[in-house]
């Protein structure tokens, strides 16, 4: 039998990719998304892969909405098997130039949207003894990028807390894991980057970042390549705590683990050409 999964924001991206080679795999596909359209898209090519599904347009940020979607879950599928909290947003910009309140709902989506749909499924994966909470996190969870520091707090926030779940969870059988990647060839980055005012002391740096994570997006991992390594972790019986998609994120967490943090910085800092 297959699994029962729940995948947040799963009507684009890597998100789509994973729910279609998950369903194509016999499993069974609950999520949400904001993109209706997006969404019906998905179910229909659901439909054709004769995948058990069920999905609703929702917000993230709506939590009497998160609570009805897993009662909805629960009552047509009877369990859940897997969780993954998908749903996240990037920031970007000078942390001193920053709009605090856009920040506020980046941590929002990030954190508490990841916070309320584990919570959520809990109660009945304690009760059947079994189920999994896996979380997107990035790379930037464990290493700081500079011109992301909102969106690097979310992460290294979804990091802790997943880490402190699983001395909570794990007494019930329960697992959970996350995924770091750092780079894929999507549009993700491209939304997000915008060249602070003229006459700020950081454009000229923030520049040479945009133009450096351009250049990289070029050769990075596809979405069809993570979305593969999403899927074995998912599918899993007992995944890592700690998971990477493609190169730069586990050469960057080795030299993490190795490396004094001078060094580290010093190699981040020409790797992204923003040495001052």
Request: contains cysteine; negative net charge; glycine residues 6%.
């Amino acid at each position: 039998m297959g699994q029962v999964i729940v995948i947040t924001g799963l009507a684009q991206g890597m998100g789509r990719d994973v729910a279609c080679r998950l369903a194509a795999a016999g499993n069974s596909i609950a999520g949400f998304d904001l993109d209706a359209t997006a969404l019906a898209e998905l179910e229909k090519e659901l439909d054709e892969l004769g995948a058990a599904h069920y999905l609703t347009p929702l917000d993230i940020t709506d939590r009497e909405g998160v609570l009805r979607f897993r009662d909805e879950v629960l009552a047509k599928f009877e369990r859940v098997d897997t969780v993954l909290s998908n749903v996240g947003i990037g920031f970007f910009g000078p942390f001193e130039e920053i709009d605090l309140e856009k920040a506020l709902k980046c941590l929002e989506i990030n954190v508490i949207g990841a916070a309320s749909i584990f919570q959520a499924f809990i109660p009945a994966m304690r009760a059947q003894k079994s189920g999994k909470l896996i979380a997107m996190s990035s790379l930037v969870g464990v290493i700081p990028f500079p011109f992301e520091s909102m969106y690097t707090a979310s992460k290294f926030a979804i990091e802790g807390m997943v880490e402190s779940i699983k001395y909570e969870v794990e007494p019930f059988g329960l697992k959970v894991a996350l995924i770091e990647p750092a780079q894929v060839s999507t549009d993700f980055a491209a939304k997000i980057h915008q060249l602070p005012p003229a006459g700020s002391p950081y454009r000229e740096r923030a520049q040479r970042f945009i133009n450096r994570d351009n250049e990289l997006i070029k050769s990075a991992t596809t979405p069809a390549q993570a979305a593969d390594k999403i899927v074995r972790v998912v599918l899993a019986d007992s995944p890592k705590l700690h998971n990477q998609v493609d190169f730069m994120s586990s050469f960057f967490l080795f030299l993490n683990w190795i490396l004094p943090k001078g060094i580290r910085d010093m190699i981040l800092l020409n790797h992204m050409d923003i040495k001052a």
